[in-house]
C-alpha cells in the first residue's frame, strides 16, 4: 500500500483515466492524501471547533452526525449549551455538504454511486484513551458497523485534520485481501456445495470464534466483517507481528482511505472532521479487490 500525495494542481482539471486509476488505488488499499485540504471551512467555524469539549469521552468515541435526518448525537450532555449545539449541528452540515460535492466530482467515476452515512467530529486526544478494547481507535482494525450492516458496499472515509499544530498520527498494515488470508487459518477454504449459513459458519470457524448463523439484519457478509474487526483487536500476535506502515498527516491536511480494507489505528492527535460514504459493489472500478469478492473466492459461495 502507498500514500499517494495529489496536489491543488492536480485537482482543476483530472482527465477520466486519471480519475479511474483514483478509484483502482482506493480500492487496492492506497491512502489519498491532499497536503493542502480541498474543504473549505471558515475560520471562524474552526475556532469554535478547537474550543469544543468532550469531558465524558467513555460515553461517546465521537461526536457523529447523520445527515439524512439532519440529527447530531454523541454530546457531551455535562457541558451542552442549546446554541453552541446547534451551531456544530450546523457546522457539521455544511462539512457534509462540502465533502460530498467534492467527491461527487472528484471521484466521478462512481457517479455518486453511493449512500451518505456519518459523519464525526473527533474532538478527543487520541493517545491513552480509555475505552474497551473493541472500540479503541489504537488498535489495527478494518471497519464493520455493529449496527449498520453494509451488504458488501465498501466503507470509504474522507479525513480532516483540523489541529492548528499537531500532527494526526497513523499506523496502517497491509490490505484486506493479504490480511485475511495470513491471519484466518485453512479451514475458510472454498466449499462446494455449501449453504450461506454454511460459508458463514466456516469463516467464523477460521478465526477461531463462536459461529452463529448471523441474523436477518446482517448479511454473512456483514456477520464475517464484525468478527474479523474484533478479531484483529483482540489478536496479540496480529497487533505485534502484522506489518506496520506510519503516517503523519499535518494540520490543514485531508485524506481519504477504504477503513474496510486498510487495518490502521489512530495512535495520536486531536480534533478531526471525518465524513463516510457507502460505495456500492456495482460502482467499484475494480471489484475483485474488495474484501466481498476476497471473502466469496474464499467461501466459495455468496455471502449476501
Not at 478465526?207 to 456483514?222: E, F, N, Q
Request: hydrophobic residues 35%; proline residues 9%.
Amino acid at each position: 500500500m502507498a500514500v499517494i500525495s495529489i496536489s491543488p494542481e492536480e485537482l482543476k482539471s483530472p482527465s477520466q483515466t486519471q480519475e479511474r486509476e483514483w478509484c483502482a488505488e482506493l480500492e487496492a488499499g492506497d491512502i489519498l492524501y491532499f497536503p493542502q485540504t480541498p474543504i473549505l471551512i471558515p475560520e471562524n467555524d474552526l475556532q469554535f471547533l478547537l474550543g469544543q469539549q468532550q469531558t465524558d469521552s467513555s460515553l461517546h468515541k465521537n461526536i457523529a452526525y447523520k445527515p439524512n435526518i439532519d440529527k447530531l448525537s454523541g454530546v457531551d450532555s455535562k457541558t451542552a449549551d442549546a446554541q453552541a449545539v446547534a451551531r456544530l449541528q450546523g457546522i457539521m452540515r455544511q462539512y457534509s455538504k462540502s465533502v460530498t460535492a467534492f467527491l461527487t466530482d472528484f471521484l466521478a467515476p462512481y457517479n455518486a454511486n453511493w449512500q451518505l452515512d456519518y459523519a464525526s467530529f473527533r474532538p478527543q486526544e487520541e493517545e491513552g484513551r480509555d475505552l474497551p478494547q473493541r472500540r479503541r481507535n489504537d488498535l489495527l482494525h478494518t471497519d464493520a458497523f455493529p449496527t449498520r450492516p453494509t451488504y458488501g458496499s465498501r466503507i470509504l472515509r474522507f479525513f480532516n485534520n483540523i489541529h492548528p499544530t499537531r500532527t494526526r498520527d497513523w499506523v496502517v498494515s497491509d490490505p484486506f485481501g493479504q490480511t485475511v488470508k495470513q491471519f484466518v487459518p485453512a479451514e475458510i477454504a472454498p466449499l462446494p456445495d455449501s449453504a450461506i449459513s454454511r460459508a458463514a459458519k466456516s469463516l467464523g470457524r477460521g478465526m477461531g470464534l463462536a459461529a452463529a448463523i448471523p441474523s436477518i439484519k446482517r448479511s454473512p457478509y456483514d456477520d464475517f466483517m464484525m468478527r474479523f474487526h474484533n478479531f484483529l483487536k483482540e489478536n496479540p500476535r496480529f497487533q505485534s507481528e502484522c506489518p506496520k506502515y506510519s503516517f503523519n498527516f499535518p494540520p490543514g491536511s485531508s485524506w481519504m482511505v477504504y477503513t474496510d480494507t486498510v487495518p490502521h489505528a489512530v495512535l495520536a492527535g486531536q480534533y478531526a472532521l471525518e465524513q463516510t460514504f457507502l460505495v456500492r459493489p456495482e460502482a467499484l472500478v475494480t471489484p475483485e479487490t474488495s474484501p466481498l469478492a476476497v471473502l466469496q473466492e474464499i467461501a466459495g459461495s455468496s455471502l449476501l
